[in-house]
């Protein structure tokens, strides 16, 4: 009976919360949210961290300059040095991967989606190896700060 409930529960979890990486090691999580609201509290979720938010690109809007339209899509640029740092003092070439983005977007049904690149898909990227407490403490702490901003308000 036991195995049952951990089961239902599972399956409630994953119905409301869908996660997927690609093979591109992108993470995706729909979210409850507009992309303005997820992006806001993605925001508000990090800076309460200390991590520095860099940039906020809404690429809508940017769209909306040159007559062009497009559904809402907006991308949040933060990042910690203590986490980055010692991933660009293994390999330089991840700064191009650093700061971390978090990219909000609106799909053609309507549904709102919260992606960031996978840090283990990262370090793969750049063939970083020494670095694994770093990338666990970035991946638990992606993962915690998405689903803060995904899921629906307690």
Request: glycine content about 6%; proline content about 5%; overall charge positive.
């Amino acid at each position: 009976m036991t195995k049952f409930f951990a089961a239902a529960i599972i399956s409630m979890i994953l119905a409301v919360q869908p996660v997927w990486a690609d093979h591109g090691r992108l993470i995706t999580k729909k979210s409850a949210h507009s992309v303005k609201v997820t992006i806001d509290r993605l925001e508000n979720i990090i800076t309460k961290k200390g991590i520095r938010v860099f940039a906020r690109v809404d690429h809508k809007k940017n769209a909306k300059t040159v007559n062009l339209d497009m559904r809402p899509t907006t991308v949040l640029i933060f990042g910690n040095p203590k986490m980055g740092t010692p991933l660009m003092n293994s390999k330089q070439a991840i700064g191009i991967d650093l700061p971390m983005k978090a990219l909000a977007w609106e799909d053609a049904d309507g549904i709102v989606w919260l992606t960031y690149n996978e840090p283990a898909g990262m370090a793969d990227r750049h063939h970083i190896s020494d670095r694994a407490e770093v990338i666990k403490k970035m991946t638990g702490a992606l993962d915690k700060f998405t689903t803060g901003a995904t899921s629906p308000s307690p």
